[in-house]
Every structure is written in C-alpha cells, then in structure tokens.
C-alpha cells in the first residue's frame, strides 16, 4: 500500500513517477511558504518569547499583551469533545451501513450523510445558536447555553457525516473476497468482519476521522456563534462555561487588526500554532497508519 | 494427463462425501437452482461446469452455506455432508466452514506474511502453541508444493509471490485448518497457463487427502483434472457422470451442444 515511499529501481524510469514526484514537491512547497509567511509574519510575538505566548492566557489588545493560553485550550478541549462524541455514532453508522444495510438503503442513507456533510458550517451554527445552546442551557441548567460543551457538540455533529461517509466507504471498498475467504476459514461474520475487513479498512477509517478532525480545528463561524467568545481558560476547567478558541477568535478579529501592529503579529501566530497543530494531527495520523501497515 | 483412464469409474463405487438431494435455491425471487440431486464422490476431484450463470458458484457455495449471508435467500431440500444436515438450525456454522475449505478465483492472500496467512485459520480456531502453528505452517505448504520455494521466507509479505504461488498459498491456508472437502471457484482463471498447469497438478495430488470440488469454465481442464463432472444449464443438472463419459458420449443434447462449443 506505502510502495510508493519504498524506494525501487524501476519506478524511476516510469514518468509517472516524476510526475508524482513533481506534484508531490508542489504541495509540499507551497505548504512551506504558507507556513514560513505566517512563522515570518508573526516574529515580533515569537521574539517575545515562544512559551510565555503559548501558556499566557492574557489577550489584552488595548495594553499590546497578548498570550494564546485561553485559544489554545479552547481548541484542543472542542476538538476533543467534538471527536469523542462524532466517533461512537460514527463509527457504528459506517459498520451499520456498509455489513447490515441493503444496498438501497444503504444509498439513501450515504446520500442524505453526504449533503449533511457538504451543509456550510453556518447553517450549523445558526442552528446551534438557535436550538443546540438551548437545549444545552435548559438541559443543565445554565446561565447562558454558549459554551464550550455546545461548541464541541456542534462540531461533533457537523463532523459526523463526514467521518460517517468516509470511514464507511472505506469498509465498504474491501474486497468482498477478504470477507468470503474469512468466513470460509470458518470465522463467524463478526470475526469476519473485526479481523479480516476491519484491518484492511483501517487506513481509510484513520484518513476519515484525520479529515474530520481538521474541519473541527478549522471550522470558523458555527464555533464563534456557540462558543462565548471569552478569552479564558474556565476555572476548574468547566466545560459549560464560555470559551474560546483559534479560529473563532482570528474570525472576531482579523478584520480591525488587519495590515500591521503587534496584534496582527498575534493573530498571525495564532494562526501559525493551529497549521503546526494540524500538521502534527496529520502526521500523528501517518505514522499510525505506517505503524499498522504489514 | 488425463488420470487414471484405465481405473473403472463409476459413481457407485464410490463412498460419497456430499448427497445433495432435490436441492433448489432462489435468491429472492430467482429461481438460481432447481431440484438438483447428486453424490459427490469422497476422494475424487467433481467438476461443475456450464455456461455463464448457470448456477455452477451458487451450488458450490451451498455447500459450505457460504450464501447464508445473501439477503434474501432461500434453499429447498436437503445436502448432506457424513450423514448430517448441513443446513439443520442446530448446526454450527463456522464447524461446517472448518471441515469444508474453500478457495476463491481471485487469489486473495491477506496482506500479512506467508506464515501468517497460513496460521490464521488455526490461529483463529484457538491454537497459540507456536511449535504446532510452525509444523502446520510447513505441513501445509508442502502439501500446495510451496515449502521448497518459500521456506527462508515465510515471514516476508504475502503479496511478493507471483499469482500462481499467491493461489497455491491460499489453497494451503485453506487446508491449514484440517478440511474434508475443498471447494474451488474458478482456481485457477486469473493464471496464465503455466501456473494454472501447476495448480492442476496439484489438484489431483490432494484428492488423495480431500474431496475436490471444482467450479470452471475451461472444458479441457475438467478433462484433464476430474474424476466425475456435473454440467449445469439454468439452474439445472443435466448430466452428471465419470469425466470421460460427458467428454466421450454424452447421453443429453445438451451437454453434447455445449461440450462441442455451440452455445455458452
Ligand atoms: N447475490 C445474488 N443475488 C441475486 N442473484 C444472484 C446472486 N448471485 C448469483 N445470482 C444469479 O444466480 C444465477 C446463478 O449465478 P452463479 O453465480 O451461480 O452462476 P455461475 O454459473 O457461477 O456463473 P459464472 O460462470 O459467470 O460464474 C445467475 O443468474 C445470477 O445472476
Ligand atoms: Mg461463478
């Protein structure tokens, strides 16, 4: 499956391979300058002190004081959220659908999680902002139903569809044959399906729940609509009480600080912690996937 | 090649391994196979042939219920494997899976080692003893004609062998699980002729141990390999007898029709 990372003789006579190679290094180039612009971009805050940014939960734009603690926080507790609640339904939607469901059904039901999956994160955040925070609030008995929790729910469901989908295309797509020769060895279809497809479809699964995740990091407008939009990290880190984290607070600020000063520099730091954050995810993610590989 | 022209063959003569009787199956409302009887013979390799959609996977996979898990399905009568029913509620499904093997047209290692694909059958039946996996390992693949070629690389991957040796490992991780019978689909039609030539070989080396039941399209090597061969047309056994008889003299038009090539 990773032959293309074993080096080998004959590929390199194969223009295909260049060409790989060739768009490979594109990707790869472009993805360096992004990261360097916004690295070079935000120095200023760097010289300042890398820690004192990262752990700092002040974010005082009034005074030029700017740390990215409370984001941070904010971001890695929604996100976390977000997959332990999508992951459950997730997964046992895509086994359901791909081993249980007739084929019809089954169509019906990817086609209904596919339009779910492609619906604008607006559109989840209005309906969070409206009915979401509501049920939250009344439900526990909160203040005010804007919270971490509710952003974290939110983004759970709006990454559901697509972890659904992809993870289930991705047990769907193994051979038939690897489930046949399973069950021939005498395996029951449970066996079957834990030792013989589920180990095949797991790459694919990690690649569904990778994309997930990076539309949860990144999603901008459903969270700034749910989450609070307060700079702090909660004391004894509550979770039913506002919050804040990356994208939400560069989509509240990025238009008056836009251009230059040290708040611009800020924002763009903040902005290069979650591409850092990302790629770590995404490698995290490769390396899972190269450690499970035969 | 042909085996054994001079032994007598006749169907009696032989204990039987299999006894379908009347057996029809409808997938939904598609009649797929219609009252078919036949005993098939213990030790000797059984060729089912017939044109496309004729039946010929259906009745093989009834016989190791492997249809079970078609939506929709429906079987009439009974098949019998050493006196019992194998389709009785009270049978165990994976027990009948274990003691009849089956191998697939697309030969479908799994992508592990070769010892491991050999040891998963056992493995997943309970065995850990590793010197007893490692003796049924090697067992296994002398048996398929594999240890020779393999034996300083049973920890390599799998997929590094070519396709002949890929479907003769899975032919051995079908017997690592100690079967009777050993079902064939098409075994040996995404082979080129020579690894095919070995897998016939092979065939008719191991109806010494297992009784053979083979699906395939290719006419000459039911001659080469059966003993006995059954030709299915529509659902329905026309004509079942010893090979050289359906080759030689067959008693229905139709087989005759299609052993000479005017239709399927
Ligand atoms: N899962 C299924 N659902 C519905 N109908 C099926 C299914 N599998 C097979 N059939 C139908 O049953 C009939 C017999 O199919 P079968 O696969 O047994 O034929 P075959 O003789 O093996 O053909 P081939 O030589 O092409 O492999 C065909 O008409 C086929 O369309
Ligand atoms: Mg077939």
Known sequence: MFSFLVPDRRCHADPMFWITVFFAGLVLLVAIIFFSYLIFESMPIWEQGVWAFLTSVEWEPAEDIYGAGAMIYGSFIVTTLALLFALPFALCGAVTASEFLSPRTRLVFKGAMEIMAGAPGVVYGLLGAALLSLWIKDFFGLIDGATLFTAGILLGIMILPTIMTLAEDAIHSVPGEYRDTALSLGLTPLQAFLKAVAPRALPGVIGAVLLGLGRALGETIAVMLVIGGLDIVPSGFDLFSPGQNIPSKLGREAAEAIGSGLHWNALLALGAVLFFGTMLLTGAGSWLLRRNKV | ?264
Not at chain 2, 21 to 38: E, H, P, Q, R, T
Not at chain 2, 147 to 172: F, M, P, T, Y
């Open chain 2, 1 to 264: 090649m042909t085996q054994g022209t001079s032994q007598r063959k006749e169907l009696s003569a032989c204990e039987t391994a299999v006894l379908i009787d009347k057996v029809s199956f409808y997938y939904g409302n598609k009649k797929a196979l219609s009252d078919i009887c036949m005993k098939l013979p213990k030790n000797k390799v059984t060729a089912f042939i017939g044109p496309s959609g004729c039946g010929k996977s259906t009745l093989l996979r009834c016989l190791n219920r492997m249809n079970d898990l078609v939506d929709n399905v429906r079987l009439e009568g009974t098949i019998s494997i050493g006196d019992q029913d194998i389709n009785e509620p009270s049978k165990d499904v994976s027990d009948l899976r274990k003691r009849v093997g089956m191998v697939f047209q697309k030969f479908n290692p799994f992508p592990k080692s070769i010892y491991e694909n050999v040891a998963y059958g056992p493995r997943i039946h309970g065995l850990k003893d590793k010197r007893e996996l490692d003796e049924i390992v090697e067992r296994s693949l002398k048996r398929v004609a594999l240890w020779e070629e393999v034996k300083d690389r049973v920890h390599d991957s799998a997929l590094q062998l070519s396709g002949g040796q890929q479907q003769r490992l899975c032919i051995g991780r079908a017997i690592a699980v100690e079967p009777d019978i050993l079902l064939m689909d098409e075994p040996c039609s995404a082979l080129d002729p020579i690894a095919t030539a070995r897998i016939e070989e092979l065939i008719v080396e191991l109806k010494e141990r297992y009784t053979i039941i083979i699906v395939t399209h290719n006419m000459q090597q039911a001659a080469r390999i059966a003993d006995f061969t059954g030709f299915l047309f529509m659902g329905e056994l026309i004509e079942f007898s010893a090979t050289e008889l359906i080759f030689r003299k067959p008693k229905e038009k139709k087989t005759e029709d299609y052993i000479t090539g005017r239709f399927g």
